[in-house]
């Protein structure tokens, strides 16, 4: 970046009512680090949690047995505050892109019953067939349940 380009705008914070689908989901003792709060990277198990969730409840994956599985290929949360053990989070999902073998998943988290997120971010899954990994046409049952959270 030169001298005279300008940072990129910071993010600002969802709010809860931008999503269609929300995931509560306990922290564990485990999730904090030496510094009292929530791992950053524990956030992205939390992203995972809620999109794999969705899937599963919605019946359009079988983790043990699909022909086609989601790859992520592209990741990034934006944080805001920090949340701790013990405290129950909400996660918020949306889904803004829905291309001809990719997804684009929205997460936020925010804090239990809170109106702002806490942390923020995207996941992009390819779905592939199991075996070869070649990117495969999304299959009607899943473009349907997509569709219900499209935001």
Not at 36 to 43: P, S, T
Not at 122 to 142: C, I, M, S
Request: aromatic share 10%.
């Amino acid at each position: 970046m030169s001298p005279t380009s300008a940072a990129p705008a910071r993010p600002q914070p969802y709010t809860r009512d931008a999503f269609q689908h929300i995931l509560p989901i306990a922290t564990r003792w485990m999730d904090n680090d030496v510094y009292g709060h929530v791992n950053n990277v524990i956030y992205y198990s939390y992203f995972d949690t809620v999109v794999n969730e969705y899937l599963i409840s919605q019946g359009t994956l079988d983790i043990a047995n699909g022909k086609v599985i989601g790859l992520v290929v592209e990741t990034g949360c934006s944080y805001f505050a920090s949340i701790a053990f013990p405290e129950t989070i909400d996660a918020g999902l949306r889904v803004t892109r829905i291309g001809n073998s990719s997804v684009r998943y929205e997460v936020a988290l925010f804090r239990q019953g809170g109106e702002v997120a806490v942390a923020q971010g995207h996941f992009v899954h390819v779905y592939v067939d199991r075996k070869t990994l070649k990117p495969q046409a999304l299959g009607e049952v899943l473009k349907v349940a997509l569709q219900r959270i499209l935001g």
